[in-house]
Nanobody, 117 residues
Framework: QLQFVESGGGLVQPGGSLTLSCAAS????????IGWFRQAPGKEYEGVSC???????DYRDSVKGRFTISRDNAKSTVFLQMNNLKPEDTAVYYC???????????WGQGTQVTVSS
């Protein structure tokens, strides 16, 4: 059974940084593309970034140049380094297999990121 535990969120001022972690269990992380997704209050889930099995990455336009996704397959962990955070980045962040939002995703608890002065 695929399981993910997200952590690292918090309250940060605009311009600040956070690093999110996604600890995976129940499967070999290296066999899957892994995505970071987020859901802001009253909005739909949206893809933020994705890292594929070959190490290639994608980012939504609004986070390009500010966020960096990485993976450590040996530690079964995927990271999302977030710099120069903006209030519009405020959301609950989730990780899941794949690179797009789909109905088949079973969302975990996520980690709350709040960007506010």
């Amino acid at each position: 059974q695929l399981q993910f535990v997200e952590s690292g969120g918090g309250l940060v001022q605009p311009g600040g940084s956070l690093t999110l972690s996604c600890a995976a269990s129940g499967f070999r992380l290296g066999y899957y593309h892994i995505g970071w997704f987020r859901q802001a209050p009253g909005k739909e889930y949206e893809g933020v970034s994705c890292i594929r099995t070959d190490g290639s990455t994608d980012y939504r336009d609004s986070v390009k140049g500010r966020f960096t996704i990485s993976r450590d397959n040996a530690k079964s962990t995927v990271f999302l380094q977030m710099n120069n955070l903006k209030p519009e980045d405020t959301a609950v962040y989730y990780c899941a297999p794949g690179c797009v939002v789909s109905r088949g995703i079973i969302w975990g608890q996520g980690t709350q990121v709040t960007v506010s002065s």
